[in-house]
């Protein structure tokens, strides 16, 4: 069962296909990935990108919100639209007979969203009540915090569900530009997978192409983390104090040494309990429940953030000893146990990694997406197995950028 790269030429454009045979059920799943059209291109009013992806949930402006609902579940056909931080997404799912009806629904759906002042007004008013339920969301406000400290004065700066006053500002035409120039062919990617093949496949996904306006292709820009260390305290009603810091790491995703970010933050602190972090803040010193760090590396941006939350009064205490720890970690490298470790977890894990026929086709819809060839996720198994303590320290004492933590705080 193996994912292959294809392509569907249509008149005006060549679009990417991914795509894998699953014949154990009958079931056909589908989605079109428009690039750079997530919470990135929102560079007019925060939150954009959600709230029109509220909208094509709501079916179309002939049938409306209900009966399209109706319509679709009378058959078990399921039809979504999500937005992340650089992609836009419609998904289908349904058994394989009722496939080409699916794709009727789809078309509908494409050609006549549920653009009317109702439905703006119902969106405005749940995505509202979420925004307000979030006020007492410490995770939430500290996370977003660290965003604006680290991205300071560009679109990554802006929390991806918009603020109260930018989702007020949004406008149908908002919507209306939103879909015009970021629903189209130029920056589709389709992915399809399950019971069905790829002769049988092509015909009907280019009538879904045809459908949609060729418009504009375009890059996703990579956004720099601030230089300068910073730090921002809010002050709340809160028992705990939350600890969010983030800084520059100078990898990017289609980077030969990416492996090697992946080995040293997995040990630093995203492996939860044996992780660097972990140890010394929970075990050793007692003064979170949980401590992580990660490695965020898209096309837009890569940085190492982590979190945790502490006592009140061992606040300062706790974010001291995440500066020393990570400190040590850089200056000292990794012991030879935390290595061999952490390539049993990742290689022993990725079996399952790949369980699902949807698993297998999100990896290698981003091997495609971050620019590399079939079997890169396969090949950088094979550079973890093989890597060298001496190699993986050498990487981690050059990577002193970590070091520039700016912090994120929530406390009474």
């Known amino acids: 069962m193996a994912t292959t790269i294809d392509e569907i030429k249509t008149k005006d454009v060549n679009v990417p296909l991914i795509f894998e045979q699953d014949k154990r059920l009958p079931l056909i799943t589908m989605q079109l990935v428009f690039k750079n059209s997530g919470s990135i291109s929102d560079t007019k009013k925060a939150g954009l990108a959600k709230f029109s992806a509220k909208f094509m949930n709501e079916g179309t402006k002939k049938l409306g919100s209900s009966a399209f609902a109706e319509a679709l579940e009378s058959k078990a056909i399921h039809i979504s639209a999500s937005s992340g931080k650089e992609t836009f997404v419609i998904e289908l799912g349904c058994l394989k007979e009722e496939f080409d009806e699916g794709l ?11 653009l009317t002042p109702e439905v703006i007004k119902k969106i405005k008013t749940s995505t509202l009540g979420s925004l307000a339920n979030k006020e007492n969301d410490f995770d939430y406000i500290a996370a977003n915090e660290l965003k604006a400290l680290l991205f300071e004065g560009s679109v990554l700066a802006q929390p991806s569900s918009g603020t109260v006053a930018s989702v007020k500002s949004i406008e149908l035409d908002d919507v209306k530009n939103f879909i015009k120039e970021n629903l189209v062919s130029s920056k589709l990617i389709v992915v399809v997978g399950g019971d069905t093949d790829i002769k049988e496949i092509k015909p009907k996904v280019i009538k879904i192409i045809d459908s949609l306006s060729v418009g504009k292709s375009s890059e996703v820009i990579k956004y720099e983390i601030t230089k300068e260390p910073k730090e921002k305290v809010i002050k709340k009603d809160t028992q705990q104090a939350y600890v969010y810091f983030g800084s520059p790491y100078h990898i990017s995703v289609d980077s030969d040494d990416y492996y090697k970010a992946r080995v040293a933050t997995f040990i630093l602190g995203a492996g939860g309990f044996g992780s660097r972090l972990m140890e010394e803040i929970r075990v050793k010193r007692g003064l979170a429940y949980s401590a992580y760090a990660r490695l965020d590396a898209t096309k837009s941006s890569c940085s190492m953030n982590g979190h945790l939350q502490t006592k009140l009064g061992s606040l300062e205490e706790a974010k001291k000893s995440v500066k020393d720890i990570v400190e040590d970690f850089v200056k000292n ?6 290595l061999e470790q952490t390539k049993k977890f990742l290689l022993g894990s990725e079996p399952l990694r790949v369980e699902t026929m949807s698993q297998r086709l999100n990896r290698t819809f981003m091997e495609y997406y ?7 996720s396969d090949r950088e198994l094979e550079l973890i197995k093989n890597l060298e303590l001496k190699e993986l320290n050498k990487f981690i004492k050059e990577h002193t950028e970590i070091l520039e933590m700016s912090f994120a705080i929530v406390t009474k």
């Not at 490298?333 to 935390?338: A, L, N, R």
């Not at 971050?370 to 890169?376: A, E, R, T, V």
């Open 333 to 338: 490298g990794v012991k030879k146990s935390e």
């Open 104 to 114: 009727k629904y789809l078309h509908m759906l494409l050609s006549d969203p549920n």
């Open 370 to 376: 971050n620019g590399h060839k079939l079997g890169h």
